[in-house]
Structure formats: structure tokens, C-alpha cells
């Protein structure tokens, strides 16, 4: 009968939609973890690395979901499959870790010192024999292969206090955020000068998963399809980094 039917079809719609309730389709969203940095990855994804992130997902389909966090509940929480990526990871520094061929963007390495003791400054060679005193998991001794002591200090500013104070030679960090903090903080910046050591690539870390796999797959061509079509220098451009733009990725044709 017609109400047979009627009911029979009102049960399959319901059949049918209970289905999709169950089941809806997974939103394409990759989940990256960083660090906060003013200006470069911020809270609600503001910053220009995360305009760099967005803009290689997102012409794949993805919408970019930013956590900022200590870098090291960063890479516990990839670790526990919590979120993709953590951010500014030097190359196969976590063996859980699997990533990209082209970095996301570059460190520069620098020790600061007195001016008088710059003055005599020749190469990293400088450094061995002397004191050298740097934050807390930052690892200057894994990528030279200079002969000095180690001074672990909790923070930029102590190790520059410690500078002035004579009680450590040298301090080391990354170069620009130590030009910051004097840039910030003049009552250092007439006393203290910074040189560069050398550069360093950062990367996307991700877990070892075939998700991962694809992810960076997606990675590896949009990242040098930016650099290609001018979309990364723009980015760079807008933050007010063209010098940076010029420094790193200039020329960098390929990993």
C-alpha cells in the first residue's frame, strides 16, 4: 500500500542518515605545533611562518589548525600522534621523527661578546679553550666541532649577563633573536657585539605514519612551487623580511 511505501522510505532516509551521523566525512586539517615567536608563529595562526604552512596546504584541500606550545610538548605531542608536525626541527634531530627534503626556513647560529674581545676574533676556532654559555637545550656543540667548556643558563639574558660579568667568554644562540635582544635592550647593545656562526635548516618534524608520508609528499612540491611562482618572497615581503628572503632562499634551487 501507499503507506507501506510511505513508511518503508521514511526508514531507509533514517537508516541512511544515521549512516552519515556515524560516520562524517574526516575534514582535511593538518595539526602543526610551534613554539611562540611574535611575528612568525603566534596564537590563532597569526605570523608568516604559518602563512607559509597555510599556503602550501590549503591549494591541496587542507585547513591549517596552529598550536603554540614549549618546543619539547611539541614534539611529545607528535610523538603521541596529538598533532602532525612540530616546527623548527633540525634535520633527523628525533629518530621517531620522519621529514620533509626542503626546510620550512633557516637559523642562524651567533656568539656574542664583548667588543674587546671581538676585536680579536678570527674564525670559530676562537672559541676553543674559551667559556660559552648558551640556553638550556640549545646544542652549538653538536654542529662544530670546537674544543670549549659548556655553560647552560636558563635564558638569553643571563648568558649575556654572564658576558658581562666576565664569567662566561662567549654566548651563543640564534643570531637574530640575540640582535633583538639588543636591538630591545640598549644598555647591552653599546657594550656587546653579535657575529654569525653558520646557518642552519629547519624543518617540519613529523610522526613516522603513512598520513606523514603524504603530508610531506605535499610539502616537498609546494614548498618549491612557492619559491617558483613568487608567492614565498611575497610572504617574506608583506612581514617585512626581504632581507631574510634574499639570505636564505635566494638561492636555494633544491635541498
Known amino acids: 500500500s501507499l503507506m507501506k511505501r510511505i513508511l518503508l522510505s521514511f526508514i531507509c532516509s533514517l537508516v541512511f542518515v544515521g549512516v552519515h551521523a556515524a560516520h562524517p566525512a574526516p575534514e582535511k586539517t593538518i595539526h602543526i605545533v610551534s613554539q611562540g615567536w611574535e611575528n612568525y608563529a603566534a596564537e590563532n595562526c597569526q605570523g608568516y611562518m604559518w602563512d ?21 610538548r611539541g614534539v611529545e ?29 633557516f637559523e642562524r647560529t651567533g656568539v656574542i661578546a664583548t667588543k674587546d674581545t671581538m676585536k680579536r676574533w678570527l674564525s670559530n676556532d676562537s672559541l676553543n ?5 648558551f640556553v638550556r ?21 643571563q648568558a649575556m649577563d654572564m658576558v658581562l660579568a666576565g664569567r662566561s667568554d662567549y654566548a651563543s644562540d640564534d643570531a637574530d633573536d640575540m640582535n633583538e635582544f639588543l636591538n630591545q635592550n640598549p644598555q647591552y647593545s653599546n657594550k656587546l657585539e653579535v657575529r654569525e656562526l653558520f646557518k642552519l635548516a629547519l624543518y617540519l618534524a613529523f610522526n613516522d605514519s603513512t598520513r606523514s608520508r603524504k ?25 617585512g623580511k626581504a632581507e631574510d628572503y634574499q639570505s636564505y632562499w635566494q638561492d636555494y634551487s633544491s635541498p
Open 215 to 239: 603530508l610531506i609528499s605535499i610539502w616537498d612540491k609546494g614548498l618549491p612551487s612557492l619559491i617558483k611562482n613568487g608567492a614565498l618572497r611575497e610572504i617574506y615581503e608583506k612581514a
Open 137 to 157: 637545550g640549545y646544542e652549538l656543540d653538536s654542529y662544530i666541532d670546537n674544543d670549549f667548556q659548556k655553560i647552560e643558563v636558563n635564558d638569553l639574558k
Open 52 to 72: 607559509v604552512v597555510e599556503a602550501v596546504y590549503s591549494s591541496e584541500g587542507y585547513k591549517l589548525k596552529c598550536t603554540i606550545a614549549p618546543y619539547k
Open 77 to 105: 605531542m607528535v610523538k603521541r600522534d596529538m598533532a602532525d608536525a612540530w616546527v623548527a626541527s633540525y634535520k633527523d634531530e628525533q629518530k621517531f621523527a620522519i621529514y620533509p627534503s626542503w626546510p620550512h626556513d
Open 129 to 133: 679553550g674559551k667559556k660559552v654559555a
